[in-house]
């Protein structure tokens, strides 16, 4: 445990084999978004003035954001410190919003019944679970 008794933060990060392959694979849109965006002007180029111009415009649209997702997962796959799509981090810390509720108090009493679903504990009159909000099992 960290100081102060709190469990220290963890964080997955993708291996750099996926990263890697994200990267080439946003490298292949921006090459069919410059195919699109050049086949575009050419079947647009005597349309009227909002499909003449939207249309190649969703190409260059694309390409930017191509672009971008290339170097984002370039960078990742060649990075010792790279950026990490998720926390993992203890529930005590951060509960989860959706689980908040799913312990029945002591007014309400246990039944012995937990979901099949997300485990969370039931009351005996329940038809659905309170926390995921899947339908209780006889």
Known sequence: MASGGHMPRY?????RGPSSFNAVGH???AI????WTIFAIGLASR???PIGVVFPLFGVVFVVAA???A?????????PNRFSECDVIPTEDEPEPMFRRSEPTERE?????????CG???RANDKFCSACGCAASV
């Open 11 to 15: 964080s997955i990060k993708p291996g």
């Open 27 to 29: 490298v292949i849109a």
């Open 32 to 35: 069919f978004g410059v195919l």
């Open 47 to 49: 349309a009227p003035f």
């Open 67 to 69: 672009i971008a997702g």
């Open 71 to 79: 170097i984002y997962h370039a960078h990742n796959a060649s990075q």
């Open 109 to 117: 009493g246990r039944a012995g019944k937990y979901c099949t679903h």
């Open 120 to 122: 969370a504990a039931m």
